[in-house]
C-alpha cells in the first residue's frame, strides 16, 4: 500500500498533536481519513457517532479544544525533512516495513511512527522479544538481561526494549554485543538522547539497529508517555519477558499490555530477599501466572512455534536422544529391538568395554531410555509410541 | 484405639524386619494382622491375592525370604525398652497420637513410627509446613529457610522437614530459634544423630521438639531409606515448601509426593544463574506448577483454611480498607456516598488539612477507592458490590 503525500503529511501532524493511542482520534481518522481529522480539529466538530457515551462526549470536547491549540505550532514538512536528514523515516499503517502485528491493538493502534535505523521494523520484529524491567536493575538483573539480549541475538531473535537504564539498557547492549538485532520503543523523539547516561547506547542503537518512536523529533519524554509507550513494546514483539521488576516498575504495565494482547507473559524469577525482583515475583503468583523462564531457551519455547522452538527440559539424567554423547549413543544402539541383553552382550555388540557399558547404562536408565528386566537391559515398552 | 501388646510388638519387629512403604506387606498386615504378618514371614507363605500379578508374585517371594532372613535377629522387645528408656516411644495407627492425614499414604502409610522429643505428633502436625530443600545450600538459601522457620513459628504453624544439612536444618533451626514447634523426619534410628554435624540440633529438637523414623533404634540410613522417608514428610504436613533445590535434589521426590497427595507444593524462586535454585525454578515451570511463595504470608495463604490465612498482595497501593492508617480512612470517608466532593469539602468532613488530603485522594484513587468524577472525587460506582 502506497499512502498519499496530503495522508503522510496529515499523520505526521497528527503525532505532533495528539498524544497517540487515543481511541477518540483513531475512530475520527477511519472515519474521515487522516486529513479529514486536520479538518475535523480545525472546525472542533467531530461527526456523530464518534463520542458513544456522555463521558467519552466529555473527553472528546476536552481533547478536540487541546489539539486544536497545538495545531498552528504544527509543522508536518519540517519534521519530516529535518527526520530525513537525520536518517530516519516516518511510517504509516498498511505500509511495507508497519509491523501487521499492531493492528492488535485495535483503537490504540499508532497513527504513525517515527523511525531512525538502518533495520527493517516489520522484518526484525517478525522473531522478536520484548526483555523489560527496572531502572533501579541489581547487578543480578542487569546480568540476567545482558545475557538474555546477547542469547536471543545469537538466536536470531530481535530483542525489544524502552531504552531506558538498568534492565532495557542491558538487554539492548547484551543484544548488540552479540551482533544482533534491537528495537528501542522511546517516549520521546528519535533524536533525543533520553536518558542522557544512554546517548551512546542510543547512537550506537541509532547506527546498527532501531530506535521507534510514536511521537515526532524533539519530543520530550514525560510520565503518562512512559505507559503510552509501553503497549507498543508488547504489541511489537511475540512475547514480553520481565527481568527484574520492583512492586511499582513501569514494566509490570508493559507486562498488562502483553497479557490482554495475549502474547506471552515471561518473568524472570529472583531472591524473595531482592526489593527489585518483587514485582517480576508477583507476576508467577498471579491469578493467571506468568510464564517462569530461567534462560533463553525457555523464552524462545514460549514465544517460538510449537515444535521447533521446543527448549530442552533441565532435568538431570533426562535427555532428549539427540544429546547423549557418541558411544553412549553406540550402547543405546547396542540394546536389541525384542528381549534383552547383559552388559557383556552389549559391549560386544557397542564395541565398548564393560566397564564404560555398565556406566553409560546407569545413565541410560535413569534416563528413562533403557529398562532391566528378567532377560538383562531391554527397551521401555512404551518406548515406541514416544518422540525421540 | 488400643493396641494390644502383641501387636505393638509384631509391629516394632515389622519394623525391624522390613522396609517400610512396602505395599506387600501392608497388604499381608490388612490381610492377616501385624501378628498373623510375622507367622506368615516366619513359614515363607503369603495368603492368596496379595500379589496381583506376575511381577508382584516375584517381588513377594525375594521379600518373604528377604524378611525371614531378618527375623532371628528381631528384637522388639528390646528394642522397645530402649526406646523408652531414651524417653522414646512407638506409635501405631489408631493410636491418639498417630496422625489421621498418613491414611492418605494409602498401602504406602507407615507401619508403625518411633518417636523422640515432647510434642504430640498428630497435634503438631495440625497446622505444619514441609520446608524442605538441598543439603548444599547457599547464603540465600538457608537464610530463606532460617526466616520461613522462625516466621512460620511465630504464627504457630510446625516446621517438618528431613533433618538434613542445608535448607533442613535451617528450617529447623528457625523454628526453635523462634520457640516453634518442629518435626524432624529421619531416615534413621530417632538415637543416631545424623548427619553428625547436625548433632547439636538433633539433641535439641529431642528435647524440645520432635524426632520421627519408621526404623527402630539404631538404624543407620541409606539412600533408599531417604526416599522412602520422603513420602513421609509429604504426608504428615499440610503442605511443601521447596526454598531451594538443584535438579538433583532429593527435596525435589517430597515436593512429588506432596503433589501425588494433593496437598498444596509451593517454590521459592531463586537467582537463575544459581545451581542451588534450579530445581525450585524448575518446580515453578512444571505442567503443574508449584505454586510461587515469596514470603510466610503467602505459604499460610496456600495451606491455611480459606479465607481466614489469606495474604496480602504486596501491589504498591492496592491495600484493603482495613490496612489503611487512619488518616487515609478518614479522608475515604468523608468521601460522600452519593456525588462527589472537592479536596476542601473533604479537609472539613474529614479534619484534616488541605495538603494532606491532597496527598490521600491521590493515594486512594490509586487504590481503587475513589475516583474523579465531574462533580469532584466519588466512591467508584461499582464498590457497593464489592468487598471492602
Sequence with gaps: ????????LARAALSFIAEPGDTLLTRIVAACGPSGALEVIKCGRAPDGIARDPRERERLAVHLSGWRTRLPRADPEGDLTVCAKLGGRMICPGEAEWPTRLAD?????PLALWLRGPSDLRFTCLRSVAVVGSRAASPYGTRVAQDLGAELAERGWTVVSGGALGVDAAAHRGALAADGDTVGVFANGVDVAYPPRNDGLIAEMAKRALLVSEWPLGTSPTQLRFLV?????AALSCGTVVVEADLRSGSLNTAEHARRLGRPLMAVPGPINSRQSRGANQLLRADEPAICVTGVTEVIEAVGRLGTDLAVRPRGPVLPRDELDAV????????PAR?????AQVAVRAGVDVPTVLGRLGLLSAGGFIERGRDGWRL?????GRAA
Tied chains: 1, 2.
Excluded at 491493538?105 to 493502534?109: A, D, N, S
Excluded at 509507550?229 to 513494546?233: F, G, L
Excluded at 553412549?328 to 540394546?335: D, F, K, M
Excluded at 528381549?339 to 552388559?343: I, K, N, Q, S
Aim: charged share 40%; hydrophobic share 30%; proline share 6%.
Design 1 to 8: 500500500m502506497t499512502v498519499s503525500t496530503e495522508d503522510r
Design 105 to 109: 491493538l485495535g483503537e490504540k493502534e
Design 229 to 233: 509507550r509501553n503497549r507498543v513494546i
Design 328 to 335: 553412549t549413543r553406540r550402547v543405546l544402539e547396542a540394546i
Design 339 to 343: 528381549g534383552g541383553a547383559g552388559p
Design 380 to 384: 521401555p515398552r512404551h518406548r515406541k
